[in-house]
């Protein structure tokens, strides 16, 4: 016998019930301000009939406050399973037409559950925010809520990428949860993120601030650094998860999705020596020469709003996916400050929690000086790139192209470092300081006794640069693995990586190390 036929009727339309979330009216003032709903964000996300829904037929389970009363589709949150360019990847997507996409117990429950299915199937994780925050009518248990969020944000760290879209508010204790995910996009309208508004702040300090100040995606991403990217709108947002991914493993235990070509062409690009200023005091555009190096010029800059000092982000050099992390000598002469350090160490930690390569291109004159970075921790911060480095295992293949001077040539990895492969333009610059500091320490009584005390200096400091500084004496010493032509940059660094692909390293066991915080 067949099945019954009213069954199948209650089952649609139970689901058809659901699938509208908050109704037809909300769905339609979410249109109006531009935006698009949780269920339209999964279907721009997910290759089309690839996303298996779990919990589409969960309800709260509050009955306080009148709370008995109303029917929440799915508690507000959909969540499931998915496919992204044929890769499976796990995910929630917040509902704000539904209570207000607010987190209790169900809705936590729920993803709490497709986190641990992320984490025991090795599959990325992607949370679209789009919530008013904590259900007040549940208490503590909107509160436990998230704490069983947060546990599992933790647990996921290094083992699977987390990736969290900022689409709507994200408010209070919810800003934590994309906090601890490894990459935060956020949408430059209709999208706030902050932990106090500006009337909790009026009324804790006196000071008057407004929500573009705090909370929006220009604040979070070129003042504080809390976001990675900033989206124009809730499509390109999910065209940015759909790039990052393609450069990312789906879990610690899984390789890159690597596309080596079969043939690494060792044709110099001669348009890389003419980004190279005559003047060695001349600024060189760090991100133009990236652009010579890596596959299709396509670089997918992390932060780029932030600490613009420093360069960080994901390419290909002939197939194969690599970090890269680059001093720009146009801002602030390239020089690492704070902001810098923090940016390239989080960097660095997540290319070797997830076996992606390094490349790093150094001009370093220094770390920055001044009151406010040495009092501000300048010390604690750049520390953190040297433990970043030196813990990393993965391929470190670096390229000094100018000035490398002091402790920032050690912090850009260096062969002291543990770099496997290390290569130096002729223009490459290796001392403990530049010419013009270091002749005023060591010559300063024949500076004093010149006649001509600006040839004097000018003698003292070629003499110095040519003996000292220049990349022969660090190769002569073992510390370059080669001097190559500006023009072989891209060449050079693509043999060196399928060389090192195969790397192996292991470290002294322990529970963790103790990077400075």
Known sequence: MAIEK??????????????????????????????????????????????????????????????????MPGDGVITGVGQVDGRPVAGFSQDFTVGGGALGQRHSQKICDVMDYAANCGLPFVAINDSGGARIQEGVDALSGYGQVFYRNVELSGLVPQIAVIAGSCAGG????????????????NASMFICGPQVIKAATGVDTTMDEIGSAAANAAISGNVHFVAEDDQHALELVQELLSYLPS??????????????????????????????????????????????????????????????????????VVGIIANQPMVKAGTIDIDASDKASRFIRFCNAFNIPLV???????????????????????????????????????????????G???????????????????????????????????????????????????????????????????ASRGMITDIIQPSMTRASISLALRNTLRKSETRPPKKHGLIPL
């Not at 001349?282 to 992390?302: H, N, P, S, T, Y």
């Not at 790093?360 to 921790?377: A, K, N």
């Not at 260096?414 to 403990?432: G, H, L, N, Q």
């Not at 000018?458 to 660090?474: G, I, N, Q, T």
């Open 174 to 189: 919810a800003a934590y949860s994309p906090a601890l995910m490894d990459f935060l996009i956020m949408t430059r309208k």
């Open 408 to 474: 920032a040539y050690l912090a850009m990895c260096s062969r002291d470092m543990r770099a496997d492969v290390v290569f130096a333009w002729p223009t490459a610059e290796i001392a403990v300081m530049g010419a013009e500091g270091a002749i005023n320490v060591l010559y300063r009584r024949e500076l004093e006794a010149a006649e001509d005390k600006q040839a004097k200096r000018a003698e003292l400091v070629k003499e110095y640069h040519d003996r000292f500084a220049s990349p022969y004496m660090a």
């Open 360 to 406: 790093t291109l150094v001009d370093v004159p220094g770390f920055l000086p001044g009151v406010q970075q040495e009092q501000g921790g300048i010390i604690r911060h750049g520390a953190k790139m040297l433990f970043a480095y030196c813990a990393a295992t993965v391929p470190k293949i670096t390229v000094i192209t100018r000035k490398a001077y002091g």
């Open 251 to 320: 879990n610690n235990l899984d390789n890159p999705p690597h596309h080596p070509i079969e043939d690494i062409s060792m044709v110099p690009d001669t348009s890389i020596d003419d980004l190279v200023p005559a003047d060695a005091k001349g600024a060189l555009d760090m991100e133009a020469v990236i652009q010579r190096i890596v596959d299709d010029g396509r670089f997918l800059q992390v932060h780029q709003e932030f600490a613009k000092n420093i360069l960080v982000g994901f390419a290909r050099i002939d197939g194969v």
């Open 6 to 71: 009213s069954l199948l009727e209650q089952l649609k339309e139970r689901r058809d019930q659901r699938l509208v979330g908050g109704g037809k009216e909300r769905i339609a003032k979410i249109h109006a301000k531009g935006s698009i709903t949780a269920r339209e964000r999964f279907d721009g996300l997910f290759d089309d009939g690839t996303f298996q829904e779990w919990g589409l037929h969960v309800e709260h389970n509050c009955h306080d406050f009148g709370m008995e009363k109303k029917f």
